[in-house]
């Protein structure tokens, strides 16, 4: 597969914009013990990088010809220990595989079809789920929330009420436990370079929508002029460089503040270090050439408590009304949208021809000419949408695009209900069920269909 992930790392480089990322070049990944762990591609084989910077082999994964097949040649991953279960999603692919070490087993666990838009996206565990938010892939960004269904093994859309102008990906980006919030900022080479101003946006899981902060700090953008690395910790965004006195700050985008931090080990944020964050610590790690040109093993530990109570406050991260224009018209729209919910409420305006489909036109049609408790099967989907003769996958992509687009489409029309549900078939699992949302009402489908159909 074409790896757009070293493409866009080329020229971040070229720019002196390049971030560390906070994935695995391949099958690489960090043990409880700071261990790292590896899985070769070609054999499968499980290697343990003990501490004395030995090589041990552990076994090889079972079945490993068949996985091999399904991944890309070059590709990046991200590891999440959740629940005694440890998850690794493959970036740009969609797939997502759960590892048991001690029986040496990679079972993949989604049935993506689709990949390629997604690398460079941020991800993370949100009340036992997994989101994935942003990314890149066929020369444009983006800045979806999507999220994995462990009921249907697939991919899909998380509702927003707005959206984000800017794309994101995890270089400047988080999520918040403890706010239950993610923040992003879209900071690239070119803008950085220019002196263009970089905003802040948080997105409120509870509320659903996205919101504008502020602009970033310069003192912070000119920090990123120069080459740096980044390190989400669920609370602080660390920022750092391998030279200089002041070369690390930590950010609360929170908050609202961010801190100056000078490290006591000039070797902790050297270039060949492993830096990253666990358990409440950042941890530096890498080789060192001892007496007699021995290498081993060098650990740094410190606590993100003790890095900010040895860090110098300085400034906020955003200035919370750093454009007065942008706020008032704003507040313009938003009053002009609530008029025109108020004189349109619960009335579908169809926009153009263009709106829906044939394909989607036609679903809608034959669900909302049924009575409302008919129940359609994959079968019958697959026949009205005149796909029975594609293969497996293409019926599943297509028929989850058609479904999605629909749901999207009609999403504020009723109230932030899907119009369409699904359902495991009660005879055959492994068959779905398609039927109107229990939840709609007779009034509003007359409506539907006068304002689609009868226009």
């Known amino acids: 597969m074409f790896n757009f992930s070293r493409i866009s790392f080329f020229f971040i480089v070229f720019f002196h914009l390049s971030i560390k990322a906070q994935v ?70 969609g797939q997502l595989y759960e590892l048991n070490l001690p029986k040496f087993t990679l079972n993949r666990l989604d049935k993506t079809f689709f990949r390629g838009y997604n690398f460079l996206a941020s991800q993370f565990i949100r009340k036992d789920t997994l989101f994935s938010v942003g990314g890149e892939g066929f020369w444009q960004k983006n800045n979806l929330i999507t999220f994995y269904n462990s009921k249907t093994l697939e991919w899909e859309l998380y509702k927003s009420k707005n959206k984000n102008p800017d794309p994101v990906n995890f270089r400047f980006s988080g999520y918040s436990p403890k706010y239950d919030k993610f923040f992003s900022a879209f900071i690239e080479a070119d803008s ?21 902060k502020g602009r970033l700090n310069k003192e912070i953008l000119n920090f990123t002029k120069k080459e740096y690395w980044s390190i989400w910790t669920g609370e602080y965004m660390i920022l750092y460089r391998d030279y200089g006195y002041d070369n690390a700050i930590l950010i609360d985008p929170f908050k609202n503040t961010f801190y100056h931090y000078a490290p006591l080990n000039d070797s902790f944020f050297m270039r060949d270090r492993e830096v990253y964050y666990k358990n409440g610590h950042v941890i530096s790690r890498g080789i060192i050439n001892t007496s007699g040109k021995k290498e081993e093993l060098m650990v740094n530990i410190i606590s993100v408590k003790e890095m900010i109570r040895k860090s110098k406050e300085a400034a906020e991260v955003y200035e919370k009304n750093g454009n007065t224009l942008y706020y008032i018209t704003s507040v313009i729209l938003l009053m002009l949208i609530f008029g025109a919910v108020v004189f349109y409420k619960n009335k579908f305006v169809k926009k153009s021809d263009g709106d829906f489909s044939d394909l989607e036109l036609s679903v809608i049609k034959e669900i909302i000419n049924n009575p409302i408790e008919r129940k359609f099967t994959t079968l019958e989907i697959n026949t009205l949408l005149d796909i ?5 996958d293409n019926q599943r992509q297509i028929r989850n695009r058609v479904i999605s687009g629909i749901n999207h489409k009609l999403y504020s029309f009723f109230d ?15 068959m779905m069920d398609y039927y109107l949302n229990p939840e709609i009402r007779k009034r509003e489908i007359k409506i539907l269909h006068k304002q689609i159909f009868e226009n």
């Open 192 to 212: 950085i370079l220019a002196d263009k101003d970089v905003f802040l946006y948080d997105f409120s899981f509870k509320n659903k929508t996205w919101e504008r």
């Open 416 to 430: 932030s209900k899907d119009f369409i549900c699904r359902s495991p078939n009660i005879d055959d699992k492994r």
């Open 24 to 93: 695995n070049k391949g099958f690489k990944w960090v043990g409880e013990d700071n261990t790292f762990f590896s899985i070769e591609k070609q054999k499968g084989i499980i290697t343990k990088e003990a501490k004395n910077n030995e090589k041990i082999e552990l076994g090889t994964i079972q079945d490993w010809d068949s996985i091999k097949k399904e991944l890309p040649r070059d590709f990046d991953i991200n590891v999440f220990v959740h629940k005694n279960k440890t998850l690794i999603t493959v970036l740009g692919t």
């Open 388 to 392: 029975n003769t594609k293969s497996y």
